[in-house]
């Protein structure tokens, strides 16, 4: 188990790197801790890594770019929750993505939703705050969406 994590930990730093050193957690517990303490939303990226090719575009025109990467870095928690059809993942990760699938009633990719967490005696709540998918038009339209979500209160 220790290899598998330090291989998962290995694998998503080769990613932070080439999106300019972005995080993106694959763990919602820990996605969870790092939003309650810094009080930033959460960004659920559901994507089809290996498949999807809106995900792919949507990742390429949007998610690596610096415009996205500086815009994230001061306003979300990025946590990307992959549906591979070639790429194997752990059995935890299967589970808790299969899970979140259901909760936010997932029907195609790419899907972004935003969110705000709060756990209460063990339970979860998801305060939704919008989603969206890909947009066209580059980072500004994307972050355009985006920050109408984040900002309408």
């Known amino acids: 188990?220790?290899?598998?994590?330090?291989?998962?930990?290995?694998?998503?730093?080769?990613?932070?790197?080439?999106?300019?050193?972005?995080?993106?957690?694959?763990?919602?517990?820990?996605?969870m801790e790092v939003s309650n303490k810094t009080k930033k939303p959460m960004l659920l990226f559901f994507t089809g890594s290996d498949w999807c090719g809106w995900c792919i575009r949507?990742?390429?025109?949007?998610?690596?770019?610096?415009?996205?990467a500086a815009w994230a870095k001061e306003n979300v928690v990025l946590v990307e929750l992959d549906y591979p059809r070639r790429t194997p993942q752990t059995p935890e990760i299967k589970k808790q993505n299969d899970e979140l699938q259901q909760v936010f009633a997932i029907q195609g990719f790419p899907t972004i939703h935003f969110a705000n967490v709060t756990s209460v005696d063990g339970k979860v709540n998801f305060e939704g705050l919008g989603s969206t998918g890909y947009v066209a038009g580059g980072p500004s339209a994307w972050l355009a969406v985006a920050n109408g979500f984040l900002h309408k209160k």
Do not use: D, P
């Not at 220790?2 to 996605?31: C, D, H, M, P, R």
């Not at 949507?58 to 996205?68: H, P, Y």
């Open 1 to 31: 188990m220790k290899k598998l994590i330090v291989a998962l930990v290995l694998f998503a730093g080769s990613f932070a790197a080439e999106a300019q050193e972005l995080v993106w957690e694959t763990n919602v517990i820990k996605a």
């Open 58 to 68: 949507l990742q390429k025109e949007v998610l690596k770019t610096a415009e996205f």
